[in-house]
T-cell receptor, first 116, second 112 residues
């Protein structure tokens, strides 16, 4: 149980285009989902926290107009990278948490974004 | 602010060797501590956790003890296997926040 999927697993796009990444909790309802960015050989950096039905909370330094997050249902959150540039190339990972009373986050397998 | 520091890798061991991956943290209050593992091509999986001082988390032969006096949560395994090859992340969650703060990850390579 507690499986989180991401789609697509890899995406290559041209500079200036927008890319949407989906994060789904397959067998549970997630009140909160998190989006992370991972640079090569580095740690995961939290980008934003989203609660179903409300606006996402972004970490300091993350541009909310560039990284649009929508958490429309208890099983789906999307991250849209708008007007992507080569510096946005990275590994994006989502996680989902059942409720605020639990510590455990379940992670998706990640999405590799390459912007040409 | 809260932070986590792990020993740099890669760590290369022979099968059946003893493993220690050091992790120290800085946090206010009483954080929860975690070890996550990322196998090649997969997402992070929770390996073990401890929520208060002197707690020992254990799973799949791995252990880590929450040491408040040394602000440490070192990961240990008595006899590693090739299948343990992965990246290991130490993380903390602050006592009044839902956010996970990760260390930089340590790559473990186990050779037959």
């Amino acid at each position: 149980g507690a499986v989180v999927s991401q789609h697509p697993s890899r995406v290559i796009c041209k500079s200036g285009t927008s890319v949407k990444i989906e994060c789904r909790s397959l067998d549970f309802q997630a009140t909160t989902m998190f989006w992370y960015r991972q640079f090569p050989k580095q740690s995961l950096m939290l980008m934003a926290t989203s609660n179903e039905g409300s606006k996402a909370t972004y970490e300091q330094g993350v541009e909310k107009d560039k990284f649009l997050i929508n958490h429309a249902s208890l099983t789906l959150s999307t991250l849209t990278v708008t007007s992507a540039h080569p510096e946005d190339s990275s590994f994006y990972i989502c996680s989902a948490r059942l409720s605020s009373s639990t510590d455990t986050q379940y992670f998706g397998p990640g999405t590799r974004l390459t912007v040409l | 602010g809260n932070s986590v520091t792990q020993m740099e890798g890669p760590v290369t061991l022979s099968e059946e060797a003893f493993l220690t991956i050091n992790c120290t943290y800085t946090a206010t209050g009483y954080p929860s501590l975690f070890w996550y593992v990322q196998y090649p091509g997969e997402g992070l999986q929770l390996l073990l956790k401890a929520t208060k001082a002197d707690d020992k988390g254990s799973n799949k032969g791995f252990e880590a003890t929450y040491r408040k006096e040394t602000t440490s949560f070192h990961l240990e395994k008595g006899s590693v296997q090739v299948s343990d090859s992965a990246v290991y992340f130490c993380a903390l969650k602050g006592s009044n926040t839902g956010k996970l703060i990760f260390g930089q990850g340590t790559t473990l390579q186990v050779k037959p």
